[in-house]
């Protein structure tokens, strides 16, 4: 029972933490957002919603620059202002902006904007449990390794999760009849302005696989279903 005691310390900190984000985050979103009101990205998401077979699917905008779109833990989409931007000034096209939607829709989905926060938190417990077990072994550096394995599987597990919301997305825009065009030519669009301005790279793309391998495994499935690309 003693050995376990830190063990069972560090769930409850995993805990507390996860609760905490989980306010922290929709607090900050409720505070800078509004809701999306474009006419055009409005039309495009009721096709969106009835191929879903939902009522209506609802937007944000969360007030800041950097270029990403995020799903919150309690399900709500957000795209910031600076792609929305980016959309106002032509650079990015209604579909391919109603791609990210639908990326960000295959996160709420799929289960993993919850479980992500739990992640988040549950790899700090893990992270501090594991500390502790491997410390005892091989004092000093025990923390180190412990920090390195919690790493290396957060980053496995999130990197399935983009593809997951890649071939989503990509179904949903073949059954609006969208098709996965836009959602190839943005990443194209994202990496050549990353390469453009080194080191401005957008954080949507950041914190996501590598473009060619998206662009391959979204068109993987594309032969896997056998849908034309650009059928409408
Ligand atoms: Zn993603």
Same mark, same amino acid.
């Not at 077990?133 to 990197?159: D, E, Q």
């Given at each position: 029972?003693?050995?376990?005691?830190?063990?069972?310390?560090?769930?409850?900190?995993?805990?507390?933490?996860?609760?905490?984000?989980?306010? $922290?985050?929709?607090?900050?979103?409720?505070?800078?957002?509004?809701?999306?009101?474009?006419? $055009?990205?409005?039309?495009?998401?009721?096709?969106?919603?009835?191929?879903?077979?939902?009522?209506?699917?609802?937007?944000?905008?969360?007030?800041?620059?950097?270029?990403?779109?995020?799903?919150?833990?309690?399900?709500?989409?957000?795209?910031? $202002?600076?792609?929305?931007?980016?959309?106002?000034?032509? =650079?990015?096209?209604?579909?391919?902006?109603?791609?990210?939607?639908?990326?960000?829709?295959?996160?709420?989905?799929?289960?993993?904007?919850?479980?992500?926060?739990?992640?988040?938190?549950?790899?700090?417990?893990? $992270?501090?449990?594991?500390?502790?077990?491997?410390?005892?072994?091989?004092?000093?550096?025990?923390?180190?390794?412990?920090?390195?394995?919690?790493?290396?599987?957060?980053?496995?597990?999130?990197?399935?999760? =983009?593809?997951?919301?890649?071939?989503?997305?990509?179904?949903?825009?073949?059954?609006?009849?969208?098709?996965?065009?836009?959602?190839?030519?943005?990443?194209?669009?994202?990496?050549?302005?990353?390469?453009?301005?080194?080191?401005?790279?957008?954080?949507?793309?950041?914190?996501?696989?590598?473009?060619?391998?998206?662009?391959?495994?979204? =068109?993987?499935? =594309?032969?896997?279903?056998?849908?034309?690309?650009?059928?409408?």
């Amino acid at each position: 029972m003693i050995k376990l005691t830190p063990i069972l310390l560090a769930v409850l900190y995993g805990l507390l933490v996860y609760r905490f984000s989980a306010w $922290r985050t929709a607090r900050e979103l409720d505070s800078r957002s509004t809701e999306l009101a474009d006419p $055009r990205l409005r039309t495009i998401l009721a096709r969106m919603a009835k191929a879903l077979d939902i009522e209506r699917i609802r937007v944000h905008i969360y007030e800041i620059d950097p270029v990403n779109g995020l799903a919150a833990p309690d399900g709500r989409i957000f795209l910031t $202002r600076g792609f929305y931007r980016k959309y106002q000034n032509g =650079e990015v096209s209604a579909n391919e902006l109603a791609s990210v939607i639908a990326h960000e829709l295959g996160h709420v989905a799929l289960g993993h904007s919850r479980r992500r926060m739990i992640d988040f938190s549950g790899q700090n417990a893990l $992270r501090a449990a594991l500390g502790m077990v491997i410390a005892r072994i091989i004092p000093g550096i025990g923390f180190v390794i412990a920090n390195a394995l919690t790493s290396l599987l957060s980053a496995r597990l999130s990197r399935a999760d =983009e593809y997951e919301a890649d071939a989503y997305a990509s179904a949903l825009l073949v059954k609006s009849g969208i098709g996965t065009g836009p959602q190839k030519s943005l990443f194209r669009k994202l990496e050549a302005l990353t390469g453009a301005r080194a080191g401005a790279a957008p954080a949507w793309l950041l914190s996501h696989p590598k473009t060619d391998e998206r662009v391959a495994a979204i =068109e993987a499935n =594309e032969r896997r279903w056998q849908v034309e690309p650009h059928s409408s």
